[in-house]
Each structure stands twice: as C-alpha cells, then as structure tokens.
C-alpha cells in the first residue's frame, strides 16, 4: 500500500509541474492511480475447492468495474477477446485464451495447476495470467464443481466456479434464487483436451446477491452431478 500511495503522490506531484495554470487534472490521475494499482491486483483466483466453501475474492481495481474504457485520456485501447457462447452451449477454449465475460472482464483458464483459472480486466490478461501459473487451482474431485463470488470493495463481479467430469460435458450449470426460485442459466466453458472447466454468470443478471441462491451442474444426460449453495445475508 505504501508503494501504491508513493507512486501516486510522484504521478500529482509531476502533473502539478506540468500545469502552467489551473487547477490539477484529478480525474486524470486518479484513473492512472487506479489503473497502476489494478495492475498490481488484477488477479481473482478460483478457489473454493472441493468442500464447496465460498471465497470471497479481491479482484481488480474498480477504475474499469465503473466503465472508463481504453482508449481515453491517451490510454492505448484494447481489442476485446472473443465472447464465450450463450448459456445453454459448451465452449472449448484453450489454455490462456481469453472469454469475455462482460465488458470489463475476461476469464482465462491454465493448464498449470488443477482447475486453476483467473479472472481480469482485458489489458492486463498476460500478466495475470504469467502471475496464476504458481496456483494450484481449486482442485476438485471428479463429479463435482466449486463456487466463488468475485468482488471488489463489495461490488460483485462476477460469480464463478470449476467444474470436473470424467467423461463428456455438462449440459448446463443453473443458479437457482433460494428467495424467489427464479433460475438463472451460466455460461460454461471447458479447457481443451481436459476433464474440466469454468461456469460463470455476471451478477448484473442476479436482482440481490444477498437473497441466497444455489448452483446446480448437470450432466450430459440431463442429471445433477453436483450442488453448491451461498446463504442469504443481511
């Protein structure tokens, strides 16, 4: 933290040397501050593991969670990755390939580690992914999945999980409203050549986190192989 306040005292302190006149451009600085500090903390890790246990986890910085996209202010733009498919189909994906998930997040599975994938904002994937590469993974058995809620500051961004079969894919991955029993389908996508995958779903479609929901993953043939719940809190 002291490095981050340091370097952007450095960043007000050139600007303000730069200005002939006028007040500083804070707005500006503050997008560097944060862009400088997301890189540093760019990285959300799944990681609930096989006892199901919900991690709650910090991810990037919310400079791009609140919509300041490249390409402003001189920032270098970037291209989006490809879109994963609807909910409802499997994508194959390969190994560092980035799925978008929403407009200021993409998710990139590993084959390094066990079930090991990341989530991160589009113009820091190859960092973050050199930086997952020493994770494990969550690591779960077969027949099963993990569920992680992925948050900054308590905005959620995004709700995720692995999931491992031994053979095929699953047909779908629902997350079930405890509150209202509304059902919400994920979108799931399965690392190449391998017996696993990510499911996601990004919580704008979900009206309160807090209601409690459930996760239920199905197989090829239509059968729940795998239950996950978080409960509702205040």
């Not at 059902?183 to 050549?193: D, S």
Request: overall charge negative; hydrophobic content about 40%; proline content about 7%.
């Amino acid at each position: 933290m002291a490095d981050e306040e340091d370097t952007f005292l450095v960043e007000l302190r050139r600007a303000a040397q730069r200005m002939e006149a006028g007040p500083a451009p804070v707005d500006s600085i503050v997008r560097r501050g944060r862009k400088l500090r997301a890189r540093r903390r760019a990285l959300a890790l799944g990681g609930a593991g096989a006892a199901g246990v919900l991690a709650v986890v910090l991810a990037t910085a919310p400079a791009w969670w609140g919509g300041e996209n490249g390409g402003q202010d001189g920032e270098e733009s970037v291209t989006d990755p490809p879109v994963a498919t609807s909910p409802g189909e499997v994508r194959e994906v390969g190994p560092e390939e980035p799925v978008v998930v929403n407009d200021d997040l993409v998710l990139g599975l590993l084959a390094e580690g066990r079930q090991n994938y990341f989530f991160t904002e589009p113009d820091t994937f190859e960092e973050a992914a050199d930086e997952a590469r020493g994770v494990v993974g969550d690591s779960i058995n077969p027949e099963s999945l993990s569920l992680d809620i992925t948050t900054e500051q308590g905005v959620p961004l995004a709700v995720s999980g692995s999931w491992r079969l031994g053979e095929g894919r699953p047909s779908r991955v629902e997350v079930v409203s405890e509150e209202t029993t509304t059902t919400y389908e994920a979108t799931v996508v399965a690392l190449e050549g391998a017996d696993w995958g990510v499911w996601f779903l990004d919580p704008e479609r979900l009206p309160d986190l807090s209601d409690g929901y459930r996760v239920v993953a199905y197989d090829a043939e239509g059968e729940p192989f795998d239950e996950r719940r978080w409960p509702s809190f205040p």
